[in-house]
């Protein structure tokens, strides 16, 4: 192989990591890898029938565990506290 035959790197002038791959790993896959962190968080929601609008812009509290926690509303459907605590721990993961 010829990665076998080269010499070893110089580490006083040869760098393992270089400006243009910090910024290519913070700027390029970072970015989006943070983008679609978020598109699979919301495509949970989702694909549990719950409509984006109601989580971006809520008219009530969401996402409560206990037996006192209120009911979630959305497209017509209530959600119960183990129902939004199990897509939101689904969301999360």
Same mark, same amino acid.
């Given at each position: 192989?010829?990665?076998?035959?080269? /010499?070893?790197?110089?580490?006083?002038? $040869?760098?393992?990591?270089?400006?243009?791959? &910090?910024?290519? *790993?913070?700027?390029? %896959?970072?970015?989006?890898?943070?983008?679609?962190?978020?598109?699979?968080?919301?495509?949970?929601?989702? /694909?549990?029938?719950?409509?984006?609008? $109601?989580?971006?812009?809520?008219?009530?509290? &969401?996402?409560? *565990?206990?037996?006192? %926690?209120?009911?979630?509303?959305?497209?017509?459907?209530?959600?119960?506290?183990?129902?939004?605590?199990?897509?939101?721990?689904?969301?999360?993961?």
């Amino acid at each position: 192989n010829a990665i076998m035959s080269r /010499a070893p790197r110089n580490i006083k002038t $040869d760098r393992m990591v270089t400006w243009q791959v &910090l910024c290519h *790993s913070y700027l390029f %896959a970072g970015m989006m890898e943070g983008l679609f962190s978020i598109l699979a968080f919301f495509c949970v929601f989702w /694909a549990n029938g719950v409509n984006l609008a $109601d989580l971006c812009f809520p008219d009530s509290r &969401l996402f409560f *565990s206990g037996s006192d %926690a209120p009911i979630f509303r959305s497209n017509g459907r209530d959600y119960s506290a183990d129902e939004q605590t199990k897509i939101l721990s689904v969301g999360n993961s």
